[in-house]
C-alpha cells in the first residue's frame, strides 16, 4: 500500500519535472554562455537565484511537503550523477555540452576571437590577471579560459621563476656530486 501511495501522490511527475528542469537549465546555460562560474558577479548570483525560485513550482507544483522536496532533490542529485557519468563515458558529448579550452592570450597577445566568443570583457581579462599577478597583458605567456570558467594565467615571471630554480637545481646538484 505505501509504494503505491508514493506514487498516486505525484512524486513521479515531480521526479519527472525536475529531471527536465535541470535538463533545460544545463542546455540554456550551454547555449546562453558561461563565463566564470567560479566567481560570480552580483548580476550572476542574483539570476542564479531568481532562476532556482522559478524553476521551483516547475519542479513540485502544489505539493510542498517534505516528501516532494526530497524526491526533487533526490531526483536532481541522480540525474547529476547520471549526466556526469555520460560526459565521461563520451568525451564528445562533454566537448557539446561543456565546450572546450578558449586561448584569450598567446606570447602577449590577446585573441580577439576567443574573447569575443567567450564574451568576456577588457576588465574581466584584466582582473583574472591582476589575480594571477599580472598587470599587463604583454607580460602574460598564456591566458586560458578553462571548462570549468576560471582563467588560466602562465607569466613571463612565471617562466624566469621556472629558470632560476631549475638553474639553482642543477646548481645544487653539481655541487654535491
Given at each position: 500500500?505505501?509504494?503505491m501511495?508514493?506514487?498516486?501522490?505525484?512524486?513521479?511527475?515531480?521526479?519527472?519535472?525536475s529531471?527536465?528542469?535541470?535538463?533545460?537549465?544545463?542546455?540554456?546555460?550551454?547555449?546562453?554562455?558561461?563565463?566564470?562560474?567560479?566567481?560570480?558577479?552580483?548580476?550572476?548570483?542574483?539570476?542564479?537565484?531568481?532562476?532556482?525560485?522559478?524553476v521551483?513550482?516547475?519542479?513540485?507544483?502544489p505539493?510542498?511537503?517534505?516528501?516532494?522536496?526530497l524526491?526533487?532533490?533526490?531526483?536532481?542529485?541522480?540525474?547529476n550523477?547520471?549526466?556526469?557519468?555520460?560526459?565521461?563515458?563520451?568525451p564528445?558529448?562533454?566537448?557539446?555540452?561543456?565546450?572546450?579550452?578558449?586561448?584569450?592570450?598567446?606570447?602577449?597577445?590577446?585573441?580577439?576571437?576567443?574573447?569575443t566568443?567567450?564574451?568576456?570583457?577588457?576588465?574581466?581579462?584584466?582582473?583574472?590577471?591582476?589575480?594571477?599577478?599580472?598587470?599587463?597583458?604583454?607580460?602574460?605567456?598564456?591566458?586560458?579560459?578553462?571548462?570549468?570558467?576560471?582563467?588560466?594565467?602562465?607569466?613571463?615571471?612565471?617562466?624566469?621563476?621556472?629558470r632560476?630554480?631549475?638553474?639553482?637545481?642543477?646548481?645544487?646538484?653539481?655541487?654535491?656530486?
Open positions: 500500500m505505501g509504494i501511495n508514493f506514487f498516486s501522490n505525484g512524486y513521479v511527475q515531480i521526479a519527472f519535472s529531471v527536465v528542469v535541470y535538463l533545460f537549465i544545463v542546455i540554456a546555460v550551454r547555449v546562453f554562455g558561461k563565463k566564470e562560474f567560479s566567481q560570480l558577479s552580483v548580476v550572476d548570483l542574483v539570476f542564479i537565484l531568481l532562476i532556482s525560485n522559478a521551483q513550482n516547475a519542479m513540485v507544483g505539493n510542498t511537503t517534505l516528501a516532494g522536496g524526491v526533487a532533490a533526490g531526483a536532481l542529485f541522480v540525474t550523477f547520471v549526466f556526469k557519468q555520460v560526459l565521461y563515458r563520451f564528445r558529448i562533454g566537448r557539446l555540452l561543456q565546450g572546450e579550452a578558449l586561448m584569450l592570450i598567446y606570447e602577449g597577445r590577446l585573441n580577439k576571437r576567443n574573447v566568443r567567450a564574451r568576456l570583457t577588457m576588465d574581466e581579462i584584466m582582473e583574472a590577471l591582476r589575480e594571477h599577478g599580472v598587470s599587463r597583458v604583454e607580460d602574460v605567456n598564456l591566458a586560458v579560459l578553462e571548462i570549468d570558467g576560471n582563467i588560466s594565467v602562465l607569466s613571463d615571471d612565471y617562466k624566469t621563476r621556472t632560476r630554480q631549475r638553474k639553482s637545481r642543477q646548481s645544487l646538484s653539481q655541487n654535491q656530486g
